[in-house]
Protein backbone atom coordinates (compact mmCIF):
# COMPACT_ATOMS: atom_id res chain seq x y z
CA UNK A 1 0.00 0.00 0.00
CA UNK A 2 1.31 3.45 -0.88
CA UNK A 3 1.31 5.47 2.75
CA UNK A 4 -1.43 8.29 2.73
CA UNK A 5 -0.21 11.82 0.95
CA UNK A 6 2.46 10.51 -1.15
CA UNK A 7 0.36 9.10 -4.52
CA UNK A 8 0.20 12.11 -5.55
CA UNK A 9 4.17 12.49 -5.24
CA UNK A 10 4.63 8.99 -6.77
CA UNK A 11 2.34 10.35 -9.59
CA UNK A 12 4.13 13.61 -10.79
CA UNK A 13 7.30 11.70 -10.29
CA UNK A 14 6.37 9.22 -12.78
CA UNK A 15 5.09 11.81 -15.22
CA UNK A 16 8.61 13.40 -15.09
CA UNK A 17 10.12 10.07 -15.64
CA UNK A 18 7.63 9.49 -18.63
CA UNK A 19 8.67 13.19 -20.02
CA UNK A 20 12.32 13.53 -19.69
CA UNK A 21 14.62 13.97 -22.37
CA UNK A 22 16.54 10.88 -21.13
CA UNK A 23 13.87 8.46 -20.99
CA UNK A 24 15.40 5.54 -23.32
CA UNK A 25 12.84 5.49 -26.31
CA UNK A 26 14.93 7.09 -29.44
CA UNK A 27 12.82 9.95 -29.35
CA UNK A 28 16.01 12.30 -30.00
CA UNK A 29 16.48 10.50 -33.36
CA UNK A 30 13.24 12.33 -34.99
CA UNK A 31 12.64 15.54 -35.79
CA UNK A 32 8.90 15.44 -37.23
CA UNK A 33 9.74 17.45 -40.22
CA UNK A 34 11.51 20.04 -38.81
CA UNK A 35 14.87 18.89 -40.20
CA UNK A 36 13.25 19.14 -43.90
CA UNK A 37 12.06 22.89 -42.91
CA UNK A 38 16.11 24.10 -42.35
CA UNK A 39 16.82 22.62 -45.08
CA UNK A 40 13.86 24.32 -47.44
CA UNK A 41 14.49 28.12 -45.44
CA UNK A 42 10.98 27.72 -44.22
CA UNK A 43 12.46 28.10 -40.60
CA UNK A 44 16.17 29.85 -40.41
CA UNK A 45 15.87 31.81 -37.13
CA UNK A 46 14.58 31.42 -33.61
CA UNK A 47 11.62 33.92 -34.81
CA UNK A 48 10.46 31.95 -38.02
CA UNK A 49 11.31 28.67 -35.57
CA UNK A 50 8.79 30.05 -32.62
CA UNK A 51 6.07 30.72 -35.67
CA UNK A 52 6.80 26.87 -36.77
CA UNK A 53 6.38 25.43 -33.64
CA UNK A 54 3.16 27.94 -32.38
CA UNK A 55 1.67 26.18 -35.97
CA UNK A 56 2.31 22.95 -35.33
CA UNK A 57 1.28 23.04 -31.64
CA UNK A 58 -2.21 25.07 -32.89
CA UNK A 59 -3.23 23.18 -36.02
CA UNK A 60 -1.60 19.78 -35.08
CA UNK A 61 -1.30 18.51 -31.18
CA UNK A 62 -4.26 20.56 -30.42
CA UNK A 63 -6.09 18.72 -33.11
CA UNK A 64 -4.57 15.54 -33.21
CA UNK A 65 -2.46 13.95 -30.51
CA UNK A 66 -3.49 15.94 -27.31
CA UNK A 67 -7.53 15.74 -27.78
CA UNK A 68 -6.71 11.70 -28.68
CA UNK A 69 -4.45 10.85 -25.92
CA UNK A 70 -7.65 12.66 -23.45
CA UNK A 71 -9.94 9.94 -25.27
CA UNK A 72 -7.37 7.31 -24.91
CA UNK A 73 -6.77 8.12 -20.69
CA UNK A 74 -10.47 8.19 -20.33
CA UNK A 75 -10.61 4.72 -22.66
CA UNK A 76 -7.44 2.88 -20.27
CA UNK A 77 -9.43 4.84 -16.90
CA UNK A 78 -13.00 3.01 -17.89
CA UNK A 79 -11.27 -0.39 -19.32
CA UNK A 80 -12.55 0.39 -22.78
CA UNK A 81 -10.52 -1.63 -25.08
CA UNK A 82 -12.55 -0.87 -28.42
CA UNK A 83 -12.49 2.30 -27.85
CA UNK A 84 -8.42 2.43 -26.82
CA UNK A 85 -7.66 -0.05 -30.15
CA UNK A 86 -10.11 2.43 -32.25
CA UNK A 87 -8.31 5.84 -30.91
CA UNK A 88 -4.82 3.95 -31.90
CA UNK A 89 -6.10 3.16 -35.42
CA UNK A 90 -7.37 6.71 -35.98
CA UNK A 91 -3.89 8.08 -35.01
CA UNK A 92 -2.04 5.38 -37.62
CA UNK A 93 -4.40 6.65 -39.64
CA UNK A 94 -3.46 10.44 -39.43
CA UNK A 95 0.19 10.36 -40.00
CA UNK A 96 0.38 11.72 -43.51
CA UNK A 97 4.38 10.19 -44.61
CA UNK A 98 5.95 7.04 -44.13
CA UNK A 99 8.11 8.68 -41.86
CA UNK A 100 6.03 10.23 -39.59
CA UNK A 101 3.72 6.75 -39.54
CA UNK A 102 7.53 4.74 -38.79
CA UNK A 103 7.93 7.44 -36.18
CA UNK A 104 5.07 6.56 -34.00
CA UNK A 105 4.87 2.81 -34.28
CA UNK A 106 9.10 3.13 -33.53
CA UNK A 107 8.80 5.22 -30.25
CA UNK A 108 5.26 2.91 -29.26
CA UNK A 109 7.32 -0.07 -29.66
CA UNK A 110 10.35 1.63 -27.98
CA UNK A 111 8.00 2.72 -24.78
CA UNK A 112 6.62 -0.67 -24.77
CA UNK A 113 10.06 -2.38 -24.38
CA UNK A 114 11.11 -0.04 -21.61
CA UNK A 115 8.22 0.14 -19.77
CA UNK A 116 8.09 -3.98 -19.82
CA UNK A 117 11.56 -4.16 -18.81
CA UNK A 118 10.57 -1.55 -15.32
CA UNK A 119 7.75 -3.72 -14.70
CA UNK A 120 5.04 -1.42 -14.94
CA UNK A 121 2.25 -3.85 -15.97
CA UNK A 122 -1.51 -3.67 -14.84
CA UNK A 123 -0.64 -5.22 -11.49
CA UNK A 124 0.96 -2.37 -10.15
CA UNK A 125 -2.56 -0.37 -10.01
CA UNK A 126 -3.98 0.35 -6.55
CA UNK A 127 -5.41 -2.39 -4.58
CA UNK A 128 -9.05 -3.03 -5.69
CA UNK A 129 -9.18 -1.87 -9.50
CA UNK A 130 -9.57 -4.14 -12.31
CA UNK A 131 -7.17 -4.95 -14.70
CA UNK A 132 -6.59 -3.27 -17.83
CA UNK A 133 -7.27 -4.46 -21.38
CA UNK A 134 -4.65 -5.60 -23.39
CA UNK A 135 -2.77 -3.16 -25.63
CA UNK A 136 -3.33 -3.23 -28.91
CA UNK A 137 -0.74 -4.96 -31.60
CA UNK A 138 1.84 -2.58 -32.64
CA UNK A 139 0.26 0.73 -30.74
CA UNK A 140 1.77 4.19 -31.55
CA UNK A 141 3.09 6.02 -28.81
CA UNK A 142 0.41 8.09 -27.82
CA UNK A 143 -1.57 4.64 -26.87
CA UNK A 144 1.54 3.74 -24.57
CA UNK A 145 1.91 7.26 -23.34
CA UNK A 146 -1.72 7.41 -21.93
CA UNK A 147 -1.70 3.51 -20.81
CA UNK A 148 1.66 4.58 -19.10
CA UNK A 149 0.16 7.76 -17.72
CA UNK A 150 -2.74 5.09 -16.63
CA UNK A 151 -0.73 3.03 -14.45
CA UNK A 152 1.33 5.52 -12.89
CA UNK A 153 -2.21 7.52 -11.89
CA UNK A 154 -1.27 10.36 -13.66
CA UNK A 155 -4.66 12.74 -14.07
CA UNK A 156 -5.69 13.73 -17.00
CA UNK A 157 -5.10 17.31 -17.47
CA UNK A 158 -0.93 16.69 -16.04
CA UNK A 159 -0.64 13.54 -18.37
CA UNK A 160 -1.35 16.55 -21.62
CA UNK A 161 0.70 18.78 -20.49
CA UNK A 162 3.53 16.67 -20.12
CA UNK A 163 2.95 15.67 -23.31
CA UNK A 164 3.06 18.66 -25.08
CA UNK A 165 5.98 19.74 -23.07
CA UNK A 166 7.96 17.07 -24.17
CA UNK A 167 7.42 17.89 -27.57
CA UNK A 168 8.01 20.87 -27.39
CA UNK A 169 11.51 19.89 -25.67
CA UNK A 170 12.17 17.32 -28.10
CA UNK A 171 11.48 20.38 -31.02
CA UNK A 172 13.82 22.80 -29.22
CA UNK A 173 16.91 19.93 -28.96
CA UNK A 174 16.74 19.34 -33.12
CA UNK A 175 16.78 23.00 -33.62
CA UNK A 176 19.98 22.81 -31.02
CA UNK A 177 21.25 20.53 -33.25
CA UNK A 178 20.56 21.74 -36.77
CA UNK A 179 19.35 25.10 -37.11
CA UNK A 180 21.48 25.83 -35.02
CA UNK A 181 20.04 27.48 -32.05
CA UNK A 182 21.29 28.45 -28.64
CA UNK A 183 20.21 27.26 -25.80
CA UNK A 184 19.12 30.44 -24.52
CA UNK A 185 17.45 31.14 -27.50
CA UNK A 186 16.00 27.89 -26.75
CA UNK A 187 14.59 28.60 -23.54
CA UNK A 188 13.25 32.69 -24.67
CA UNK A 189 10.83 29.92 -26.82
CA UNK A 190 9.91 28.45 -23.73
CA UNK A 191 8.85 31.13 -21.93
CA UNK A 192 6.96 32.32 -25.46
CA UNK A 193 5.05 28.62 -26.07
CA UNK A 194 4.45 27.95 -22.32
CA UNK A 195 1.18 29.73 -22.35
CA UNK A 196 0.48 28.27 -25.55
CA UNK A 197 1.08 25.18 -24.75
CA UNK A 198 -1.83 25.23 -21.88
CA UNK A 199 -4.07 26.54 -24.59
CA UNK A 200 -3.83 23.99 -26.60
CA UNK A 201 -4.52 21.44 -24.08
CA UNK A 202 -7.79 23.66 -22.97
CA UNK A 203 -8.80 23.74 -26.53
CA UNK A 204 -7.98 19.62 -26.85
CA UNK A 205 -10.45 18.91 -23.94
CA UNK A 206 -13.01 21.28 -25.81
CA UNK A 207 -13.13 19.71 -28.93
CA UNK A 208 -15.93 16.84 -30.30
CA UNK A 209 -15.03 14.39 -31.66
CA UNK A 210 -16.06 15.82 -35.34
CA UNK A 211 -13.42 18.62 -34.53
CA UNK A 212 -10.49 16.36 -34.84
CA UNK A 213 -7.72 16.00 -37.17
CA UNK A 214 -4.65 17.90 -38.05
CA UNK A 215 -4.37 20.29 -40.86
CA UNK A 216 -0.62 20.80 -41.22
CA UNK A 217 -0.08 20.33 -45.07
CA UNK A 218 3.67 22.47 -44.65
CA UNK A 219 4.86 19.84 -41.96
CA UNK A 220 3.69 16.31 -44.30
CA UNK A 221 5.32 18.35 -47.38
CA UNK A 222 8.57 18.44 -45.72
CA UNK A 223 8.62 15.05 -43.91
CA UNK A 224 7.91 13.59 -46.99
CA UNK A 225 10.87 15.65 -48.36
CA UNK A 226 13.08 14.71 -45.97
CA UNK A 227 12.67 11.09 -46.90
CA UNK A 228 14.93 11.78 -50.07
CA UNK A 229 17.32 14.75 -48.42
CA UNK A 230 20.72 14.67 -49.24
CA UNK A 231 21.95 15.33 -45.44
CA UNK A 232 20.56 14.17 -42.54
CA UNK A 233 20.74 14.26 -38.89
CA UNK A 234 17.30 12.87 -38.52
CA UNK A 235 15.22 9.85 -39.49
CA UNK A 236 12.29 12.13 -40.06
Given at each position: ???????????????????????????????????????????????????????????GLTRCELP???????AWSEGDGA?????????????????????????????????????????????????????????????????????????????????????????LAVACKAL?????????????????????????????????????????????????????????
Amino acid sequence: MTPTGQGDDLALLGLLQLVSPALPIGAFAFSQGLESAFELGWVNDEASLGDWLEGVLEDGLTRCELPALARLHAAWSEGDGAAIAAWDAWLAANRETAELAAEDARLGAALARLLGSLALLPADLPEGEPALPALPAGAGYVTLFAWAARVRGVPLRPALLGFAWAWLENQLAVACKALPLGHTAAQRLVERLRPALVAAVDEALALPDDALGPALPGLALASALHETQYSRLFRS
